[in-house]
């Protein structure tokens, strides 16, 4: 089993739709973060939750809504979201969220968002 | 504002050596790290520098300069299954990591 678990692997939705992305760590780690990657661009960090907390909330509008129920899951909830929003949107995981271990992420595979 | 610069894309030849460079303006320092993306798949890690000079790890090392904000990712003895798209990113002084947009690599027979 892989370490960071990421579904759909793939969606596709309409701008009125609401659907969830959904993510899961098996490594015991405490951070958990949602990032979101565009063709040629780096990486954009959206949301970040340590020990289940929200430490972080990079500007993201109102139409994603992040979900922590516990250190091991991680959702994203989608709500009218725009085609711009079409994208792949990646969790990571790290023992905790900063500094430690050098900060290395464990990133699952993504969930490639199409928003018609 | 905070600034990552590296290659969009380079080819190379199977059984060569490529160096991907990345120079960066962050607020502090508080390492580099390199990541391999293959296409439709996690970015996995690679190596993490925070003092200067050349960290080897089989195929691939990693080398920093702090005073020149400067990086490379070196890969040796290239294979097919080194095409893949590698990030470079920093740690800030608030331990924000800052990416690149990525470098994807081609390897040619």
Same mark, same amino acid.
């Given at each position: 089993e892989t370490g960071v678990t990421q579904t759909p692997r793939h969606l596709v939705m309409g701008m009125t739709n609401k659907k969830s992305l959904k993510?899961?760590?098996?490594? *015991?780690?405490? &951070?958990?973060?949602?990032?979101?990657?565009? &063709?040629?661009?780096?990486? +954009?960090?959206? !949301?970040?939750?340590?020990?289940? +907390?929200?430490? +972080?909330?990079?500007?993201?509008?109102? $139409?994603?809504?992040? @979900?922590?129920?516990?250190?091991?899951?991680? !959702?994203?909830?989608?709500?009218?979201?725009?085609? @711009?929003?079409?994208? #792949?949107?990646?969790? &990571?995981?790290?023992?905790? *969220?900063?500094?430690?271990?050098? *900060? @290395? #992420?464990?990133?699952? @595979? *993504?969930? $490639?968002?199409?928003?018609? | 504002g905070q600034?990552?610069?590296?290659?969009?894309?380079?080819?190379?030849?199977?059984?060569?050596?490529?160096?991907?460079?990345?120079?960066?303006?962050t607020s502090g320092f508080n390492g580099l790290f390199w990541y391999q993306q293959h296409a439709g798949e996690a970015p996995t890690f690679l190596s993490y520098n925070v003092l200067d000079g050349l960290e080897e790890k089989g195929r691939f090392s990693s080398f920093l300069s702090r005073s020149k904000g400067y990086s490379y990712l070196l890969l040796k003895e290239l294979q097919m299954k080194d095409s893949a798209s590698y990030l470079c990113a920093v740690t800030d002084s608030n331990y924000q990591l800052i990416w690149g947009a990525g470098t994807k690599l081609i390897i040619k027979p």
């Open positions: 993510c899961e760590q098996h490594l *015991g780690h405490n &951070a958990m973060y949602w990032y979101k990657q565009s &063709a040629k661009k780096p990486l +954009e960090l959206m !949301f970040v939750y340590n020990f289940k +907390e929200q430490t +972080e909330n990079n500007s993201v509008p109102s $139409r994603f809504s992040p @979900e922590c129920p516990n250190s091991s899951h991680l !959702f994203l909830h989608l709500h009218t979201l725009q085609p @711009e929003d079409s994208a #792949l949107y990646l969790c &990571a995981s790290s023992p905790s *969220g900063t500094g430690d271990n050098g *900060g @290395e #992420l464990f990133f699952g @595979e *993504g969930s $490639r968002l199409t928003v018609l | 600034n990552i610069d590296q290659p969009t894309e380079m080819t190379a030849t199977e059984g060569a050596i490529v160096q991907i460079n990345c120079t960066y303006q």
